[in-house]
């Protein structure tokens, strides 16, 4: 069984960084995608990015292109969220998500396809 436990979530100032990480355990191999979603209440959940385990390869959405990074650390099953430059838009829960197997793109997976598993959330919070 594939679990994701989100952690880092936390309250940071406007222009602050913060990185949130997320552990996959249950994979037998490193053929999948990870990533982040959030979702603020009253509105869609919106993908964030996106790691492609079996090659590196890595997708943005517009909104965070530029000033969030995603890594990761194959030996600990780890992702890392490094958030730079944060602003109150950018308040949310924030949910690891995590494919089956290797998707199509890494930008479809950001738009919500291949999904299969999902964490529990975590809070960011941001003020202005």
């Known amino acids: 069984e594939v679990q994701l436990v989100e952690s880092g979530g936390g309250l940071v100032q406007a222009g602050d960084s913060l990185t949130v990480s997320c552990a996959a355990f249950?994979?037998?191999?490193?053929?999948?995608?990870i990533g982040w979603f959030r979702q603020v209440p009253g509105k869609e959940r919106e993908g964030v990015a996106c790691?492609?385990?079996?090659?590196?390869?890595?997708y943005y959405a517009d909104s965070v292109r530029g000033r969030f990074t995603l890594s990761g650390d194959k030996a600990a099953n780890t992702v890392y969220l490094r958030m730079n430059s944060l602003g109150p838009d950018d308040t949310a829960v924030y949910y690891c998500?995590?494919?089956?197997?290797?998707?199509?793109?890494?930008?479809?997976?950001?738009?919500?396809?291949?999904?299969?598993?999902w964490g529990k959330g975590i809070r960011v919070t941001v003020s202005s």
């Open positions: 998500a995590a494919s089956a197997g290797v998707v199509a793109s890494t930008e479809s997976f950001v738009l919500g396809y291949g999904v299969d598993y």
């Open positions: 249950g994979f037998t191999s490193d053929h999948y995608a």
């Open positions: 790691l492609q385990v079996t090659d590196g390869s890595t």
